[in-house]
């Protein structure tokens, strides 16, 4: 039955884990610091929780690194981030001894990849082409991405397409999303909205939400949230 408890229904290796990554700039606020720096500091929060979930077995990890609606803060804060994100791939890329992300982990970038830059773009499919065989776990970092735009592209795709009206069934719909749904999804930042993150695949997703920023997220609070998800009894609406 649905009704059982998570831990009778699935194994941590056939969950799919969502996290939105917020509040970098309010905790380097808070401390003085510039955005930039907290940015610096959750890059580093996401490398130890990657590797932290990749140690319980977690199957799909899918981090909220930066929205659609991200693209409207200032120039200096968006050049910052895009270049901690290259900078983090090229270091990982230039390792003498084998790269943890890259031997065990297939690495997806899911989100309007139109938007960002051609040199960026270059290092993604790098990544994606390295990682590709890789079956320990698989990482969706969403850049640049949205969920409503995300449904828009499946409705667009189908007008492309020719597909009749009768044609769009939700298992179509499924089949052109960027990820599968999501069986849990964690929030830092103080907040408790899920802020267009996914918003079909979190349909009947289990919430957490923290009253921490990303930068103090750590490994005790993920395995927190993995023991709320597994007391959970889902019905899926039944």
Known sequence: MKTSLITNIKKMKNCHIGI????????????????????REG????GKIIREAHKK????????VFSTENWKRPKKEVVFLMG????????????EKKSFLFDKIKIRVVGERDKISSK???????????TRKNKEMILNIALSYGGRSEILGVI?????????????????????????????????GKEKRLSNFFIWQAAYSELYFLDKY???FNEKDLGEALDYYKKRQRRFGE
Request: glycine share 6%; net charge neutral; aromatic share 8%.
């Open 156 to 188: 667009k795709k189908a007008v492309r397409d020719g597909i009749s009206e009768k044609e769009v069934t939700e298992d179509y719909v499924k089949k052109n999303l960027l990820a599968p749904d999501m069986d849990l999804i964690i929030r830092t």
């Open 43 to 46: 890059l580093e929060t996401a």
């Open 57 to 64: 077995g977690i199957g799909m990890l899918t981090l909220f």
């Open 214 to 216: 990303w930068p103090d």
């Open 20 to 39: 939105i990554l917020d509040g970098n700039r309010r905790w380097a606020q808070e401390r003085g610091l510039s955005p930039t720096e907290g940015h």
């Open 120 to 130: 960026i773009n270059k290092i993604i499919e790098r990544v994606e082409e390295k």
């Open 84 to 95: 901690l994100i290259q900078s983090f791939f090229n270091k990982e890329f230039k390792k």
